[in-house]
């Protein structure tokens, strides 16, 4: 169960007012101090983000002047089976190509007919352990007004035991483009000051040392194998447990359809089965590398949009 401390969802009783663009940098006279963003994507959103040939990646580079960074195909955060953008250069640089990839991913969600709605996306930054009380503050004072500021969710998930070693935690933030900008400018005006951040800005993306058939103390979490396309691989992800229906589907025709396009194996743990200090529900894909991918991707679809509509 997460403490008090170490989670924060905004949840305004009153009507939201619309934001406000976000102020200027605290950092803005010091543009050029070096600092870094690290966010997790999936791996089809990694592919929108390099784009055909590096064209993509290289054009929001060129926009921004920041260096934008990605971990190698498979190598993914420890738990998850996303990627790693990494994002380094002076603050304002840092931000604008923050802003870049998020609208590009936001572009690419489907929406109905007839929708109006603005398409909305979780971003899960990736941030130092021991870094973040510079952005819980005392009794949570920090982040409760910059939710309060940016009218975005902010929720700082607990470090995952299962994995021995591991030192980042998640900082999940929710909202429209404009809101999620103001909370992310907020947050890193603290981290780029925090000694302990910058000291990680020239870690490696890898986090191969959990990415392998057993993890951490119990074998939570992803279970991977590198090995040739055709043979039988694992990955186990978690999904909120109140959307577990999105993916089951009426009478399972979700996860059946699912199944059957991507050619993967699909199970999900019972109720109550949680993946560690989560009230995420398991799933389990198995199969070959393709196969486990395209059936993350529609399952991920499935959820994502539904749930971000949530938030409103």
Same mark, same amino acid.
């Given at each position: 169960?997460?403490?008090?401390?170490?989670s924060?969802v905004s949840s305004?009783?009153?009507?939201?007012?619309?934001?406000?663009p976000?102020p200027?940098?605290?950092?803005?006279?010091?543009v050029?101090?070096?600092?870094?963003?690290?966010?997790l994507v999936?791996?089809?959103?990694?592919g929108?983000?390099?784009?055909?040939?590096?064209?993509?990646?290289?054009?929001?580079q060129s926009?921004?002047?920041?260096?934008?960074?990605?971990?190698?195909n498979?190598e993914?955060?420890?738990?998850?089976?996303d990627?790693?953008?990494?994002?380094s250069?002076g603050i304002d640089?840092?931000?604008?190509?923050?802003?870049?990839?998020?609208?590009? %991913?936001?572009?690419?969600?489907?929406?109905?007919?007839?929708?109006?709605?603005?398409?909305?996306?979780?971003v899960?930054?990736v941030?130092?352990?021991?870094?973040?009380?510079s952005?819980? $503050?005392k009794g $949570?004072s920090?982040?409760?007004?910059?939710?309060?500021?940016?009218?975005a969710?902010?929720?700082?998930?607990? %470090?995952?035991?299962?994995f021995?070693?591991l030192t980042?935690r998640?900082?999940a933030?929710?909202?429209?483009l404009?809101e999620?900008?103001?909370a992310?400018d907020l947050i890193?005006?603290k981290l780029?000051?925090d @000694?302990h951040y910058?000291?990680?800005m020239?870690?490696?993306?890898?986090y191969?040392?959990?990415n392998?058939?057993n993890?951490?103390?119990? $074998?939570?979490?992803?279970?991977f194998?590198?090995?040739?396309e055709?043979?039988?691989?694992?990955v186990?992800?978690?999904?909120?447990?109140?959307?577990i229906?999105?993916?089951?589907?009426?009478?399972?025709?979700?996860?059946?359809e699912?199944?059957?396009?991507? $050619?993967?194996?699909i199970?999900?743990?019972?109720?109550g089965?949680f993946?560690?200090? @989560?009230?995420?529900?398991?799933?389990t894909i198995t199969g070959?590398?393709?196969?486990?991918?395209?059936?993350e991707d529609?399952i991920?679809?499935?959820?994502?949009y539904?749930?971000?509509?949530?938030?409103?």
């Amino acid at each position: 169960m997460e403490s008090t401390e170490s989670s924060y969802v905004s949840s305004p009783e009153q009507p939201r007012k619309k934001s406000p663009p976000p102020p200027a940098s605290p950092l803005s006279d010091a543009v050029e101090k070096p600092t870094y963003i690290k966010l997790l994507v999936s791996n089809a959103a990694a592919g929108s983000v390099i784009g055909k040939g590096g064209a993509t990646i290289t054009d929001f580079q060129s926009q921004s002047g920041a260096r934008i960074q990605l971990s190698k195909n498979y190598e993914f955060f420890p738990g998850t089976s996303d990627r790693i953008i990494l994002i380094s250069g002076g603050i304002d640089d840092a931000l604008k190509a923050l802003e870049l990839i998020i609208a590009k %991913l936001l572009s690419e969600i489907p929406t109905e007919d007839g929708d109006d709605a603005e398409p909305r996306m979780r971003v899960r930054l990736v941030v130092p352990n021991n870094a973040c009380g510079s952005i819980i $503050g005392k009794g $949570g004072s920090i982040i409760k007004s910059f939710i309060e500021e940016s009218h975005a969710g902010i929720k700082i998930s607990p %470090l995952d035991t299962d994995f021995l070693g591991l030192t980042d935690r998640l900082v999940a933030i929710t909202g429209t483009l404009e809101e999620q900008m103001h909370a992310i400018d907020l947050i890193l005006s603290k981290l780029t000051d925090d @000694t302990h951040y910058l000291q990680n800005m020239h870690a490696p993306l890898s986090y191969a040392a959990y990415n392998s058939t057993n993890h951490g103390l119990n $074998g939570a979490g992803v279970k991977f194998q590198h090995n040739k396309e055709d043979r039988t691989n694992s990955v186990t992800i978690g999904v909120a447990d109140e959307h577990i229906g999105l993916v089951v589907g009426r009478g399972g025709r979700n996860i059946m359809e699912i199944s059957q396009n991507s $050619g993967a194996r699909i199970k999900i743990s019972d109720r109550g089965d949680f993946m560690s200090g @989560t009230n995420d529900r398991k799933i389990t894909i198995t199969g070959s590398q393709r196969a486990i991918h395209a059936a993350e991707d529609m399952i991920m679809q499935k959820v994502s949009y539904a749930s971000e509509r949530e938030t409103d």
